[in-house]
């Protein structure tokens, strides 16, 4: 509450400051010094970071212009004004949006940090006025004349729709209500539903979507963008979306879709809403500095939708510096799809999700579920996610499936569907195949390859799919879609879970986390750098492959032991290097995905850890072809639970010894003697080297016996006598 009290007032403060801001220009060319180009414009008029949006026939620019170190015109690079151009010069911005920001913040804030856009002609409506009836009036608005409207303080019982080169500002920060009249049943600002609008915003308004006395069964957001572009929306409070409490069809507080472009969400504080708090499905988006708290669903939802044939998907959108909470049926921020008919059809791309505060949502604090083959570049970098209660995970990442359908039948290694046809080697090895329901539900594999209609998989099934048996192919091991960069996390539970989508994992931090902080489900991708204070384990690792897991620092202050810090399950080809685990119980679990005992952890290195206060080295489930080397063990039982197969090497490992080597002798009037190997695993007898160092004496043969936990026996056939028989030996 403390932290929503202290940015409420931050935000109420820079609404009421007066300082003196940039301004936005815009022209249709960038020099000839006609009407409508860039250098047109006075130089005396020009201040410091004042910026301009060009339009020509061929293309779009953006500038900021400079006060000093210009150097000569440059057109379209560097553009000096024709007239008292004194030191001054416009340089081209050539970041994109959704690139992310400049040390300086020109990039991206040019057109988002100014009172001043959208001056030009100024027209006022009065106290009791009509708004829309002010943006009727006006007829002749253009790139080269944009019109401001101030609205005085009131509250206007009406809905709105802007249109291009028209800017609505309240003329004191909140000092101007618009408000859905009763059973009005529409949207209180609408930008761009009577045609295309671009170039136009609202500034400091209450926008009331006065749920209670609207229709029911129609749905209406606050502030609705539909085919607009460069559309600016902050600073505004808005609240109170029909209908209430409606998961999907409620009203959301800002929605930004069907082909919205170039649209600026910022300073805004989103309050007691319908559904979703802020919803894009737009390209080009910036949602900064807002203010969610109290939305039924998402606080942020980034979405794919399939309306009309048409296809609308969320691209270059950025996530920034956003106060997030209190979402009663959602997650902090998410990811919906619409009306999709298969994963190919939506591409979701870059997306970043940077620096935001994310406290107590009932769900996740971020989910990016039903993430696609297409989908590409999430990026969820620097956030601070706190009290999170579901086992989905604070950060959740999941996919969608590229292609399901029921079996024909199948076989010990393949899946049939007559129903397809794929083409040749289509599925490869870096899909794996899910078995969702009927007979071997539940089982995973991995993909060796496919034909028309038939999956071949490894290894084989351990119940093998019929004709009741539904399936699910997707694209679980390749290159990283998600990178979980540097984030914070304080009295959560699970802390990430992935799906089916390669995820890099890296910087991140965690404290007071009650379960399995990382949990990893048929995918592949790195967890690396992280430090965490945990509870129980520190990654489960579910039928994946090509992991890596180092550099890690995992630990519990504690005298309370974690449960397996690392804990395989049917997961191969994978690494774990260079940790640090402090206060376990045993450090490795190696065992089956379930009961589904096809399916082993096989072919891991677990290499160079240190391995401090531990209960146990390794529990042996179900493994097979594993290497356990050159780790360090300090104040660690030495035990292991369980036996592992003759396949697995562990060597070289400090404090735990499992290699060794001496001398004996059988002596004389003896037949034997038992040799004390000292080591952590009971060897087998083919690891036992012996060569007799004599001719044994009376002896002409000797042989080992006995092998056991702490000793193994050399035997002579008869007594060595006074000669005695000596022997050396050797455990590798």
């Not at 932290?3 to 220009?25: C, H, Q, R, T």
């Not at 057109?111 to 006022?124: H, K, M």
């Not at 007829?139 to 944009?146: H, L, Y």
Request: with cysteine.
């Amino acid at each position: 509450m403390k932290k929503i009290i202290i940015l409420l007032m931050i935000l109420f403060l820079s609404l009421f400051v007066n300082a003196e801001a940039a301004k936005i220009y815009y022209a249709t060319a960038l020099t000839g010094g006609g009407p409508g180009a860039l250098d047109k414009l006075d130089g005396a008029s020009l201040s410091d970071k004042d910026g301009a949006i060009v339009i020509t026939a061929s293309n779009r620019y953006f500038y900021t212009l400079k006060t000093s170190g210009c150097g000569v015109e440059s057109s379209p690079d560097t553009i000096i004004p024709d007239t008292n151009s004194s030191t001054k010069c416009w340089i081209r911005i050539t970041d994109t949006i959704g690139e992310g920001w400049t040390d300086d913040g020109t990039t991206i804030r040019l057109t988002t940090s100014t009172d001043n856009v959208g001056i030009g002609t100024t027209r006022y409506v009065q106290s009791g006025g009509n708004i829309q009836a002010e943006i009727n009036a006006i007829t002749d608005a253009s790139i080269n004349k944009v019109y401001t409207i101030i609205v005085s303080g009131g509250i206007y019982n009406e809905c709105i729709t802007l249109k291009s080169y028209v800017f609505l500002k309240s003329e004191s920060p909140l000092g101007a209500t618009i408000k859905a009249p009763n059973a009005g049943n529409c949207s209180p600002v609408k930008i761009g539903f009577a045609g295309n609008a671009t170039y136009t915003g609202i500034d400091g308004f209450y926008i009331d979507g006065n749920k209670d006395n609207q229709t029911s069964g129609s749905y209406h957001h606050g502030i609705n963008v539909n085919d607009g572009d460069y559309v600016w929306i902050k600073n505004n409070y808005v609240t109170l979306t029909h209908p209430y409490l409606v998961h999907g069809t409620g009203g959301s507080g800002i929605n930004a879709y069907q082909n919205a472009s170039y649209v600026w969400i910022e300073d805004n504080i989103i309050y007691n809403i319908g559904d979703r708090a802020i919803q894009v499905a737009g390209e080009n988006i910036i949602i900064e500095g807002n203010i969610v708290t109290q939305s039924y669903d998402r606080g942020v939802s980034v979405s794919s939708m399939y309306e009309d044939g048409l296809l609308y998907s969320a691209k270059h959108v950025t996530i920034k510096d956003n106060y997030i909470t209190g979402q009663t049926n959602g997650s902090g921020i998410g990811y919906s799809i619409e009306g999709l008919p298969t994963a190919s059809n939506q591409v979701l791309n870059d997306i970043k999700i940077i620096n935001n505060t994310i406290i107590a949502p009932v769900n996740c604090g971020i989910k990016l579920s039903d993430i696609g083959v297409n989908d590409n570049n999430f990026l969820i970098e620097g956030n601070y996610i706190e009290n999170t209660t579901t086992t989905l995970g604070s950060i959740a990442i999941g996919y969608k499936a590229e292609e399901s359908g029921t079996a024909t039948s199948g076989t010990a290694s393949t899946l049939t569907d007559t129903s397809k046809l794929w083409s040749s080697a289509q599925f490869k090895y870096n899909y794996a195949i899910r078995l969702t329901n009927g007979t071997g539900s539940g089982q995973v594999r991995w993909v060796s390859g496919s034909d028309a209609a038939t999956i071949y998989v490894v290894p084989n099934w351990t119940t093998n799919p019929n004709g009741t048996t539904t399936y699910e192919l997707f694209r679980g091991f390749g290159e990283a879609k998600v990178k979980i960069v540097n984030n914070a996390f304080k009295n959560t539970s699970v802390v990430v879970k992935v799906e089916g989508v390669p995820t890099i994992i890296t910087g991140n931090t965690a404290k007071e986390i009650n379960a399995v902080p990382i949990k990893l489900y048929w995918t592949s991708g790195s967890v690396t750098n992280n430090d965490m204070e945990l509870s129980y384990g520190a990654v489960d690792a579910y039928t994946s492959r090509g992991l890596i897991i180092a550099n890690n620092n995992f630990s519990r202050s504690s005298s309370n032991r974690l449960y397996q810090p690392i804990a395989f399950y049917g997961t191969e080809n994978s690494l774990v290097v260079n940790n640090y685990f402090r206060s376990f119980d045993y450090i490795i679990l190696l065992d089956k995905n379930g009961t589904d005992t096809g399916n082993t952890s096989r072919y891991n290195l677990i290499a160079s850890n240190i391995f401090e206060q531990g209960d146990g080295f390794i529990s042996f489930v179900a493994e097979s072809n594993n290497i356990i080397e050159n780790n360090i063990l300090r104040d660690v039982t030495a035990s292991v639970a369980g036996t592992p197969n003759s396949t697995t090497h562990i060597r070289n490992n400090t404090g735990y010894i499992t290699e060794n080597s001496g001398t004996a002798i059988v002596a004389f009037t003896t037949t034997y003697i038992d040799v004390t190997h000292a080591l952590a695993l009971t060897p087998s007898i083919n690891q036992i080297k012996v060569t007799a160092t004599n001719d044994l004496g009376l002896a002409s043969k000797f042989w080992i016996s006995n092998v056991g936990v702490t000793t193994f026996r050399i035997n002579t056939n008869i007594d060595p006598g006074s000669a005695t028989a000596t022997f050396v030996w050797s455990i590798l």
